[in-house]
Structures are given as structure tokens and as C-alpha cells.
């Protein structure tokens, strides 16, 4: 019932204000256990997506959405149940996504739509990263369920990582034929089948989505673009210090203060 309520009230509101453009609606079933593995861009995706399908789709969100105290801790929680999303315990890497295969498995065994990024954070420049294949694949072959490849387009735009007030503008959805891998049935534990499954995802995603692909982990360029720019601030610092050293001593007077200086109008001996 909260879902059906938040459903309307936001994905109206989301509907009417950024008229956001699909494709494919067709793929998704109408009933029945699938899986949507998107591209993720943007805070908002895991918002613009369920507002354009009738069913309801469960995503994870971290555990911090659900506990935080006080008013607005107690309506953000509101909120994120609200929209379908399930609370997950991020504090330890391993554990985070255990518990969010078994959340995956239990919404495709009781017949719902799961969605799932496989990129496993947001894009740091809006091109697509490697897939993550501990999560998609296993829920895939555990439940049999079909993979449903999505690809959110120019949500990046709407509300980029640290801006608060949404950009205006309409983001597309497209979605792809559902994929079939019960050819691997049985076979989860295998990281070979774990890893091809995940690639032919990511590939259609990338058809969809016509982003740049790049063949790394989103987590590895995370960090690879905070040390550049760490180390972009502390060049930036020593260059600032030297320069104002620099000017230091071109303010100094002539003969006054520096090594072998004599009195004004001596004579070295």
C-alpha cells in the first residue's frame, strides 16, 4: 500500500516534471520473476526507472537510508520503502554482497522484479565500467531468472555526484530483449561462467546505452581520479608556497639580510 502511494506521488511527479522518454517497455513481463541490470549514472536512476513501469521494483540502498535518527532519518526511511528499495549492511565489502544476493533471491523467488547495477557504484565520468560478476550472475543462476539489460540515458545530467537542486532536462530509458542463461543452470559457483555472464550483460548494456566501455573496475577508476586530484592539490599548494617565497625575496631590499651582504659604501678587506 505505501508503495502504491509513494508510486503515484513520485512517479507522477517525476513523470510530469522531466518527461522522461522509454523504450522496450514491451521486454519487461508483466508477471513473473526478472531481473534489470542497468548502467548507473546517477542517484536518481534507481528513482527514473521504477517511475516508468507498472510493476514494482526492488533495488538495495545502504542500511544508513534506514536508520538514521530523528524526523528526517525516520522520513527518508519512509521514503526508500517507499520506492522499493531494501536496507544493506555496507560496512564490510563481503558481507554487503552476501546480503544483497540473498535480498536479490528472495525478491525473484517470490516472483518480483529485481534491480541490480552490475558496475556496482555509479559511474565516475559516464562511461561504462566492468561488471562486477559476484552479484548479477549469481542471483541470475541461482533463481533462473531472465536478465533484462537496461541502459539509463543522461541522468548523469539531471544531478550530478554532489549537486542538490536537479538539472531540468528529459532522461531516456531503454530496455533490452530479456537474456536467457539457463544454458549455465547449475554452474554458479564457476567464476569462467560467472565472468561470461556478466560480459555478454555489460555488452548488450553498452549496445543500449552507446556509452564508451571501459575494461576496469568503476571502484578502480574511483580511486584512480582521487589520487590524481590529491596529488594535482598538492602541487598545486607546494607551487602557490614557492611562488610566494619567491616573491618573498624579491620584496627584500638590496644588501640587507642576505649571506656576504656588507654595509652601504664599505669595502670587502
Request: overall charge positive; charged content about 25%; aromatic content about 8%.
Amino acid at each position: 500500500m505505501l508503495y502504491g502511494a509513494m508510486k503515484v506521488s513520485i512517479g507522477g511527479s517525476l513523470k510530469l516534471a522531466f518527461r522522461p522518454w522509454v523504450e522496450g517497455l514491451e521486454h519487461v513481463p508483466a508477471e513473473g520473476p526478472a531481473i534489470l541490470a542497468s548502467n548507473h549514472l546517477s542517484f536518481s536512476d534507481s528513482f527514473f526507472l521504477p517511475a516508468v513501469l507498472d510493476r514494482k521494483v526492488t533495488f538495495v540502498a545502504k542500511a544508513e537510508y534506514f536508520t538514521t535518527p530523528g524526523i528526517k532519518g525516520r522520513l527518508t526511511a519512509a521514503f526508500f520503502k517507499g520506492v522499493g528499495q531494501l536496507p544493506v549492511d555496507r560496512s564490510g565489502a563481503r558481507g554487503a554482497a552476501e546480503a544483497a544476493i540473498r535480498s536479490g533471491v528472495e525478491v525473484l523467488e517470490g516472483g518480483g522484479l529485481f534491480g541490480i547495477y552490475p558496475e556496482g557504484t555509479r559511474s565516475p565520468d559516464g562511461r561504462l565500467y566492468r561488471g562486477k560478476p559476484g552479484g548479477l550472475a549469481r542471483i541470475a543462476l541461482a533463481t533462473g531468472a531472465p536478465v533484462i539489460p537496461v541502459a539509463m540515458i543522461d541522468t548523469e545530467k539531471i544531478q550530478p555526484p554532489g549537486k542538490v537542486v536537479p538539472k531540468l532536462m528529459r532522461p531516456g530509458i531503454r530496455i533490452g530483449k530479456p537474456l536467457d542463461f539457463s544454458r549455465y543452470q547449475g554452474m554458479e559457483g564457476d567464476r569462467f561462467i560467472q565472468r561470461s555472464l556478466t560480459d555478454e550483460v555489460m555488452y548488450e548494456i553498452m549496445k543500449l546505452s552507446g556509452q564508451e566501455y571501459v575494461d576496469m573496475y568503476a571502484t578502480a577508476a574511483k580511486r584512480q581520479i582521487a589520487e590524481a586530484a590529491k596529488r594535482e592539490a598538492e602541487e598545486e599548494k607546494a607551487a602557490k608556497a614557492a611562488a610566494k617565497e619567491a616573491a618573498r625575496h624579491a620584496d627584500r631590499p638590496a644588501g640587507k639580510g642576505g649571506p656576504g651582504d656588507t654595509e652601504q659604501g664599505g669595502h670587502a678587506a
